[in-house]
């Protein structure tokens, strides 16, 4: 009588291994942290509170570098479509890797979420696009920011705070806030419409 009771406790602990173990690591792969952004099987939730969701249609914005072209949706520089500069000139393996600005306003499905990154140095959270053979990888957190992502007015970043951009200073120039407003905008800090406002703040005072 002993015996099979153990058995049946046995039976009983090894089925619980069995169906909660792959939940429980599945969570810890797909969940790297309980803050924004995190993945949760097969939806990317953002700290805007946009959902991104395999297998759903997402809308591009527009290309935030000055030409057009799109800083945080490209090509994976591992992919066999990627190119890589031969003479040294990264500007036209960016260009190239870019996702084309002939593109804007249309909507693609997403193939596949993913975060890469670890707890200890954070990570990045990527969506990919396509079309043909060709995959794009979007940089979702960044793209949504700079409006390379079209996302509803209710998920788009609140406006930043651009006083500490164009207080005036002592012995600093209108030159020398210009520059510093542009360096923002080609980090990806700034949208082009915010650049636009702080631009013509400082030139109007």
């Known amino acids: ?102 593109q804007s306003g249309l909507l693609f499905k997403i193939k596949a979420i993913e975060a890469r990154g670890s707890k200890k140095h954070g990570y990045n959270y990527y969506a990919k696009i396509g079309f043909g053979m060709k995959n794009y990888e979007i940089d979702v957190e960044n793209a949504i920011a700079s409006g390379e992502l079209s996302v509803p007015d209710e998920f788009k970043p609140k406006p930043k705070n651009l006083s500490v951009v164009i207080e005036d200073k002592k012995g600093s120039s209108v030159a020398d806030e210009l520059k510093k407003l542009k360096e923002l905008l080609d980090s990806g800090v700034l949208t082009k419409e915010e650049f636009d406002t702080a631009k013509k703040k400082i030139l109007n005072n």
């Open 1 to 102: 009588m002993k015996r099979s009771l153990v058995s049946i406790l046995r039976a009983i602990f090894s089925v619980f291994i069995l169906v909660f173990t792959p939940i429980f690591t599945m969570a810890q792969n797909s969940n790297p942290d309980s803050t924004l952004p995190r993945i949760v099987e097969d939806t990317l939730f953002t700290t805007y509170g946009y959902k991104i969701l395999r297998g759903k249609e997402i809308k591009i914005g527009v290309g935030s570098m000055p030409d057009g072209d799109f800083k945080f949706i490209r090509v994976n520089a591992g992919s066999l479509f990627a190119y890589h500069s031969t003479t040294g000139y990264q500007g036209l393996a960016n260009q190239a890797n870019s996702f084309p600005r002939s």
